[in-house]
């Protein structure tokens, strides 16, 4: 089991910054595909990010690139999200996810999650 415990939520103006920490135990995330999702109200969870295991690369949904940076911190067994440039329609909670395979942007895909932090951008 891997328990994910996102931090580094909160409220920001258009513009600005935030960074997202996903600290996960129980399990080292070696070997793990560590992504990120967010869900607005009303509407389906959405990949954001991932980062796959033994890959140098990185894929994003196409409403964040260039914005936002996933990384891992394999030896303090984190995961982040570099948030740039945010934007009011960024405004949802945040989860940190960890996939046993390569992993995919579909959620099904995914075998264990965090609680989710709340991201809100003001106009």
């Known amino acids: 089991q891997v328990q994910l415990v996102e931090s580094g939520g909160g409220l920001v103006q258009a513009g600005g910054s935030l960074r997202l920490s996903c600290a996960a135990s129980?399990?080292?995330?070696?070997?793990?595909?560590m992504a990120w999702f967010r869900q607005a109200p009303g509407k389906e969870r959405e990949f954001v990010a991932r980062?796959?295991?033994?890959?140098?690369?990185?894929y994003y949904h196409d409403s964040v690139k260039g914005r936002f940076t996933i990384s891992r911190d394999n030896a303090k067994n984190t995961v982040y999200l570099q948030m740039n440039s945010l934007k009011p329609e960024d405004t949802a909670v945040y989860y940190c996810?960890?996939?046993?395979?390569?992993?995919?942007?579909?959620?099904?895909?995914?075998?264990?999650w965090g609680q989710g932090t709340q991201v809100t951008v003001s106009s």
């Open positions: 996810a960890a996939a046993v395979t390569r992993g995919s942007s579909r959620v099904v895909d995914y075998d264990y």
């Open positions: 129980g399990r080292t995330i070696n070997g793990y595909t």
């Open positions: 980062s796959p295991w033994l890959s140098s690369n990185t």
